[in-house]
C-alpha cells in the first residue's frame, strides 16, 4: 500500500504478484494497472482471479472497476454489480453510491447519478470523489455556474490538493492564455 500510494507501482507489483491469490492483493493489482492504463493486463487478472472466486464482493467489485474502463454493455454490467452491493444497507457506502453514480453519468443518465451523489453527499459532505462527480455531473445537466463554483469551493475546503483541482487550474490557466491571443 505504501509504495501504491507513493506512486511507485512497480514497486508494489513485485510485492504483490507474490500474493496472487490473495483477493485483496489483486484488488490493488488491478487498481494498478488501471491507473497505468494497462486494461488488457486488467482483463487478463480478472479473468484468471475469476477462476478461483467469481462469488466474492470484492472479485465483483474488481469487475466493475474493470467494466468501466471498457465501455458499451459493460458500463450496465458494472451498473448492475454496484446495485447489488448497495443492496445490503452495510454496503450502501459512499464509495458504493459513487460507483453507481459514474456507471449511470457513462450510461447518459444524469439525473439518477445525480440523486445517487445528493444521497451520498447526505452521508458524507466531505467525500473528495462525490464532490468532483457532483462537479462533473452539475456541468453535463447545466446546473447554474453558482451551483458547480459551490461544490468547487467545497472541494477546495476538504480536499486542496486534490488532482480534480490541479487539472482545472491548469485548464483555466490554458484558457486564459489562449483568450488572449484572441482580446479584442
Not at 500510494?5 to 493489482?29: M, P, Q, S, T, Y
Given at each position: 500500500m505504501i509504495y501504491y500510494?507513493?506512486?511507485?507501482?512497480?514497486?508494489?507489483?513485485?510485492?504483490?504478484?507474490?500474493?496472487?491469490?490473495?483477493?485483496?492483493?489483486?484488488?490493488?493489482?488491478i487498481q494498478i494497472y488501471l491507473q497505468l492504463d494497462r486494461l488488457d493486463l486488467a482483463k487478463r487478472d480478472i479473468a484468471a482471479t475469476k477462476t478461483w472466486t467469481e462469488d466474492a464482493m470484492l472479485a465483483q467489485l474488481i469487475e466493475a472497476w474493470v467494466g468501466l474502463r471498457t465501455d458499451g454493455d459493460k458500463y450496465q454490467e458494472a451498473y448492475y454489480i454496484y446495485e447489488e452491493i448497495a443492496q445490503s444497507s452495510s454496503s450502501n457506502t459512499v464509495k458504493v453510491l459513487n460507483g453507481q453514480a459514474v456507471c449511470n453519468i457513462l450510461l447518459g443518465r444524469y439525473p439518477e447519478a445525480e440523486d445517487l451523489l445528493?444521497?451520498?453527499?447526505?452521508?458524507?459532505?466531505?467525500?473528495p470523489d462525490t464532490l468532483v462527480n457532483l462537479i462533473v455531473v452539475s456541468n453535463l445537466i447545466g446546473k447554474p455556474t453558482e451551483v458547480v463554483n459551490r461544490y468547487i469551493t467545497q472541494l477546495k475546503e476538504v480536499a486542496p490538493n486534490h488532482v480534480f483541482l490541479h487539472d482545472l487550474d491548469l485548464k483555466t490557466s490554458l484558457f486564459d492564455c489562449s483568450a488572449q491571443r484572441f482580446a479584442l
Open positions: 500510494l507513493e506512486g511507485l507501482f512497480e514497486d508494489a507489483l513485485k510485492v504483490l504478484v507474490r500474493h496472487n491469490r490473495n483477493l485483496e492483493c489483486v484488488a490493488l493489482i445528493l444521497e451520498a453527499l447526505n452521508k458524507s459532505n466531505s467525500d
